[in-house]
């Protein structure tokens, strides 16, 4: 079946402005994470879905950044007023269910560039 | 807090060789901890997934063991092909939050031909 998939694959944008970033999950996956990573770095883990509640959105690093999902499905993180540190790749993962013991599958990821 | 570190942070060998890729983690209270491969461009490929109760896995030429008391994993290659470049990561969970993943940088691999 489908894998986990994102878009756009790459943006490009300038200082100041906002952009919105999608994540369409493997169907039926009711769990959904965000992470961004560096040049150079580890994944950084953003914020968890389970259905459409955010029970953990500890990793989110300032408040120009938020994220929402609907219908337990498709999710959207939104970079307001971009800067330059925000610019990474921003990988998206699905899993089946809650708890610990499956495996999390990883979206190619959007690469973003501010300018 | 956890801390993941992975050495080297990358790593060229030739074909045919055996390698061993390192992680360690800080805080031993953890629920699994599994490795995953990355190829440019591309999101992450699930490896090889230890629960905190299991000492190894195993999945053909790879080899994956966790030491909880030490925090210590190995990711073991047998005979690396070419098709083995790619950058390997380590994650943990710990079992205060099983839902978020801890990550290590990577160690980038290159298998010469």
């Known amino acids: 079946g489908a894998g986990v998939s994102q878009s756009p694959s790459n943006k490009v944008t300038e200082k100041g402005k906002d952009v919105e970033l999608r994540c369409d999950p493997i169907?039926?996956?009711?769990?959904l994470y965000w992470y961004r990573q560096s040049l150079g770095q580890g994944l950084e883990f953003l914020i968890y879905f389970q259905g459409n509640s955010a029970p953990d959105k500890s990793g989110l690093p300032s408040d120009r950044f938020s994220a929402e999902r609907t219908g337990g499905s498709v999710s959207t993180l939104t970079i307001q007023r971009t800067q330059q540190e925000d610019s990474a790749v921003y990988l998206c993962?699905?899993?089946?269910?809650?708890?610990?013991?499956?495996?999390?599958?990883f979206g190619p990821g959007t690469r973003l560039l501010v300018l | 807090k956890q801390e993941v570190t992975q050495i080297p942070a990358a790593l060229s060998v030739p074909e045919g060789e055996n390698l061993v890729l390192n992680c360690s983690f800080t805080?031993?209270?953890?629920?699994?901890l599994q490795w995953f491969r990355q190829d440019p461009g591309k999101g992450l490929t699930s490896l090889l997934l230890?629960?905190?109760?299991?000492r190894e896995q195993t999945s053909g030429r790879l080899n994956a063991s966790l030491d909880k008391s030490s925090g210590r994993s190995t990711l073991y290659i047998a005979a690396s092909q070419p098709g083995d470049s790619a950058t390997y990561l380590c994650?943990?969970?710990?079992?205060?939050?099983?839902?978020?993943?801890?990550f290590g940088s990577g160690t980038k691999l290159n298998v010469k031909p």
């Open positions: 169907s039926g996956h009711t769990a």
């Open positions: 994650a943990v969970k710990r079992v205060y939050n099983f839902n978020k993943f801890y």
């Open positions: 993962a699905s899993r089946r269910a809650s708890g610990g013991q499956e495996t999390q599958y």
């Open positions: 230890i629960q905190s109760s299991q």
């Open positions: 805080d031993s209270a953890i629920y699994n």
